[in-house]
């Protein structure tokens, strides 16, 4: 069965195949967060899914952030912030309403979320932009997407890391198909790789799926 997945997660349409035997593969090669004085990565979540309790959301983000912790060295953790700008990664759903949401979105299905990777000329890095138009629970069912699993895929983007089509299941295999909470050896490596520890060396991806969001760049200017 070899059927092409209909569920995305943002960008893989993007991508070019990757050469066979290779590891990971990197958004932007040599690009990170910067962590800051202290050796953090700060999260913020700057709005909630009307899907389900803003308790779940919270708690399933906060698990995304303990999985890919110990990928990390243990210089570098990863924390919250109420202060929006303190924070490297930011969370935010876009709703139906949205005025731009049909450029972004295409409604349940299709793409589920976009994940910015770290460069400096990408306004919208460390965003990641949730369809609201998908209905989000803190499971998978027939009618709804998991939100930790989504929200584990789109942090590997904002940390850097591209998509992985060659390892199923891999955190940045491309597409979605239910629950997966935990990091392939891939994933780790990968962000070995970009944020310190012994690993092979990547190829490169390449960014080109932000220029699908463009629109937002006016919307989220004023945020900072
Ligand atoms: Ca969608
Ligand atoms: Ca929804
Ligand atoms: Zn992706």
């Known amino acids: 069965m070899n059927s092409e997945p209909k569920i995305k997660y ?3 349409s993007k991508f070019g195949r990757t050469r066979h035997g290779e590891a990971f593969t990197l958004l932007s090669p040599g690009a990170a967060i910067e962590p800051n004085a202290d050796g ?17 959301t919270l708690n399933a983000f906060r698990r995304a952030m303990e999985i890919w912790q110990p990928a990390f060295p243990s210089t570098i953790r990863l924390e919250s912030t109420s202060d929006v700008g303190d924070a490297h990664i930011k969370l935010f759903f876009v709703g139906e309403n949205h005025p731009e949401y049909a450029d972004v979105f295409d409604g ?11 460069v400096d000329d990408e306004p919208l890095r460390g965003f990641i932009l949730m369809d609201d138009g998908e209905q989000w629970a803190d499971m998978h069912s027939s009618t709804t997407k998991d939100l930790l699993t989504v929200f584990l ?36 490596e990968g962000i070995r790789s970009i944020y310190g520890g012994n690993t092979t060396a990547p190829n490169s991806g390449n ?9 937002f760049l006016v919307l989220f200017g004023s945020m900072g």
């Open 10 to 12: 943002g960008c893989a």
């Open 40 to 56: 953090e990565i700060l999260w913020h979540i700057l709005n909630y899914t009307p899907d389900t309790d803003a308790s779940k």
């Open 108 to 118: 349940e299905d299709g793409v589920l979320a976009y994940g910015f990777a770290p």
């Open 153 to 188: 895929h789109e942090l590997g983007h904002v940390f850097n890391l591209g998509h992985e089509p060659r390892v199923r299941e891999a955190v940045m295999y491309p597409s979605y198909s239910g629950i997966r909470h935990e990091l392939h050896q891939d994933d780790i």
């Open 207 to 215: 960014n080109g799926c932000l220029s699908v969001l463009l629109p």
